[in-house]
């Protein structure tokens, strides 16, 4: 069925960003996608009618650039995807406090700068706002301590979402915090439990299910609510 919805996913080079766009493709969205390096656009390149515009995160020109140039965009759904692992192993004792603060910017911080940026144009009522965040990031759950530094950026992710939503007063806004399952990419290993297909899949139908539902959730792929 034709489908006029229009969205913006953050980190689309690879891996779970990549296969969002898959997705909402086969479903006919219209879609913009950033990524790092738009001269080398990989298999983000061979979808037809995909928009590519540069962002690196961190960066906050590239930020505004952005901004400006999709002044007058409306989106249905503002996915922020991207996110590192940040240095191994995680030892607290040997971490350079560079690659600590690289993690927390790219992990925490930087999706926050885009959402402010960016929030304005979420369609009112419908839209989503959607971060990616783990079940990691989840200060009750006592898993993952060798990835204790990837997992408190996780928290401090789902912390600095609440910070900015509260700031933000938009009742209406639908805001995902969502854990996309253990997914074989670069970052979750051949080992992981499960493809990029099925993750993907998973959170694109809890996206639609989401939409119009006003407030926060954190949720996985299958629609599950985690505790923060
Ligand atoms: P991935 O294959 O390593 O892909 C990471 C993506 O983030 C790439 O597109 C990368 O771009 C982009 N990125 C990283 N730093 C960036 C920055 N500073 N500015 C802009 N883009 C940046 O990892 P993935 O498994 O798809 O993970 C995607 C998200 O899911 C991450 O937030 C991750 O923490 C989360 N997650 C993954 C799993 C899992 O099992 N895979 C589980 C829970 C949560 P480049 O190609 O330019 O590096």
Redesign the pocket.
């Known amino acids: 069925m034709a489908n006029s919805r229009t969205a913006l996913i953050i980190?689309?080079?690879?891996?779970?960003?990549l296969g969002l766009v898959q997705r909402l493709h086969e479903d006919g969205w219209n879609i913009i996608a950033t990524?790092?390096?738009p001269q080398k656009p990989g298999a983000l390149g061979d979808i037809p009618g995909v928009r590519i515009e540069q962002?690196?995160?961190?960066d906050t020109t590239q930020l505004d650039g952005l901004k400006q140039r999709l002044t007058g965009e409306l989106f249905d759904l503002v996915f922020v995807?991207?996110?590192?692992m940040g240095p191994l192993p995680q030892d607290v004792d040997s971490v350079q406090p560079s690659d600590v603060g690289d993690l927390f910017m790219?992990?925490a911080v930087?999706p926050i700068r885009v959402a402010r940026r960016l929030v304005g144009q979420v369609r009112e009522g419908s839209g989503v706002l959607a971060f990616?965040s783990?079940i990691l990031g989840s200060v009750t759950i006592p898993d993952g301590s060798e990835l204790c530094l990837y997992k408190a950026s996780k928290a401090a992710l789902n912390s600095m979402i609440n910070s900015f939503l509260v700031e933000l007063q938009r009742p209406d806004l639908c805001v995902l915090a969502m854990?996309?399952?253990?997914?074989k990419?670069?970052?979750?290993g051949e080992n992981?439990e499960i493809d990029v297909l099925t993750s993907t899949r998973g959170m694109v139908d809890q996206i639609n299910a989401q939409s119009g539902n006003a407030g926060l959730r954190f949720i996985n792929y299958k629609g599950e609510s985690l505790i923060w």
């Open positions: 980190g689309a080079s690879r891996g779970l960003g990524v790092r390096d962002l690196e995160m961190n995807n991207a996110g590192v790219t992990n930087a990616m783990s854990h996309p399952g253990w997914v990419t670069d970052m979750g992981a």
